[in-house]
C-alpha cells in the first residue's frame, strides 16, 4: 500500500509565506512526477506547480514567481515553497504523485493525498 500525507497549511497573513510538504510511503518502487493541485470553495481542482523525477517543473501562470516546487527522492518527499501569498491563493492543496510500487512495478498507478487547508488572510 501507498500513502502520501501532506503537512505546513495553516493561516498566513497576505504577503507572507508558506512551506508544504507531501511524503509517500509504503510499497514503492519508483515515483515519477509529483504534483501539486489546489480546490477553492466552489470551484475546481487546478494544478499548481509539477516537478518530474528528473527535476523538469511547471507551474500554473497564477503562482510563476511565487511558488516553487523541489522534491527529495531519497525521502519520497515534495515540497511546494509558497511566497507573497495572496487571498485568492486559499484553498485546499493536495499532492498526488505517479508511483510504481513493489508488487506491480510495470503499472503506474496516481496516488492522492488527503489534503490541507492554506488561508489567506488579507
Known amino acids: 500500500q501507498v500513502q502520501l500525507v501532506e503537512s505546513g497549511g495553516g493561516l498566513v497573513q497576505a504577503g507572507g509565506s508558506l512551506r508544504l510538504s507531501c511524503s509517500a510511503s509504503g510499497s514503492i518502487a519508483s515515483i515519477n512526477a509529483m504534483a501539486w493541485y489546489r480546490q477553492a470553495p466552489g470551484k475546481q481542482r487546478d494544478v499548481v506547480a509539477l516537478i518530474t523525477n528528473v527535476g523538469g517543473t511547471i507551474y500554473a501562470d497564477s503562482v510563476k514567481g511565487r511558488f516553487t516546487i523541489s522534491r527529495d527522492n531519497n525521502k519520497n518527499t515534495v515540497y511546494l515553497q509558497m511566497s507573497s501569498l495572496k487571498a485568492e491563493d486559499t484553498a485546499v492543496y493536495s499532492c498526488?504523485?505517479?508511483?510504481?510500487?513493489?508488487?506491480?512495478?510495470?503499472?503506474?498507478?496516481?496516488?492522492w493525498g488527503q489534503g490541507t487547508q492554506v488561508t489567506v488572510s488579507s
Open positions: 498526488n504523485a505517479k508511483i510504481r510500487t513493489t508488487l506491480l512495478p510495470s503499472v503506474t498507478t496516481t496516488y
